[in-house]
Structure formats: C-alpha cells, structure tokens
C-alpha cells in the first residue's frame, strides 16, 4: 500500500515543482507580478518549492526499499521523472494551450517502457 502513497506524495510534488519552476513564466501575464524583480520572483518560487520537499522527501523515505518500502532508489527516480513529464504536460496545456505533437508522444512511450524495464 505504502507505493500508492509514494505515487501520490510524488504527484503532489511535482504538482508544486512545475508550479514553482514555470509558473511564474504565466504569472507575469498579471501586472502586480510582472512589477516583480528577479529577487522577488525567486523568492516566490523557493516559497513555492518548500511544499514541494513537504511532498518529496516523504516520498522518497517512505518509497524508499532501505526504510521498508516498495522501491529501490533508481524505481524512485525513474518514477518521479516520469510524473514530473507527466504533470508538466497538463501544465503546459492548461496555462499555456501547448499541444502534444507526435515526436512527444513517442518519446512518452520510451518513458512508458523505461518505467517498465526499470520496474
């Protein structure tokens, strides 16, 4: 059971991280946030990324095989990646309308598979 709690601790996180790492690209569509400077962006996201590390160190030390969990380190790697790509990709369609052209969906494939040969 603990690996379904990795998956959506993992989730989560990169829910935050996208958020953290791109979503100040579209907040500077908003007045008050393009009068920001680069410290004040930085400071938003670092804000942004501390509950992502809410989310991610659980994951990792829950998911973890060494601390009794369902996945060895690289499984958690490949895993988070494959999320991040994942969670990415919504994000850019909803704040963004980029479209998934079929060189995207090919290599999604190859992730598809590297989870599968990694698991």
Request: one cysteine or more; charged letters at 10%.
């Amino acid at each position: 059971m603990n690996y379904l709690v990795t998956i959506g601790l993992l989730i989560c996180s990169n829910v935050f991280m996208t958020f953290a790492w791109y979503g100040h690209l579209k907040l500077a569509e908003n007045a008050w946030f393009s009068k920001l400077p680069l410290i004040g962006v930085i400071v938003f996201s670092w804000l942004i990324a501390f509950f992502e590390y809410c989310f991610q160190v659980p994951a990792n030390r829950i998911g973890f095989e060494g601390n009794g969990g369902s996945f060895s380190l690289l499984q958690l790697k490949v895993i988070q990646e494959v999320i991040t790509l994942v969670v990415f990709v919504v994000f850019s369609f909803l704040a963004f309308g980029t479209q998934l052209k079929w060189n995207h969906l090919l290599g999604f494939v190859f992730l598809v598979l590297a989870v599968y040969f990694i698991l």
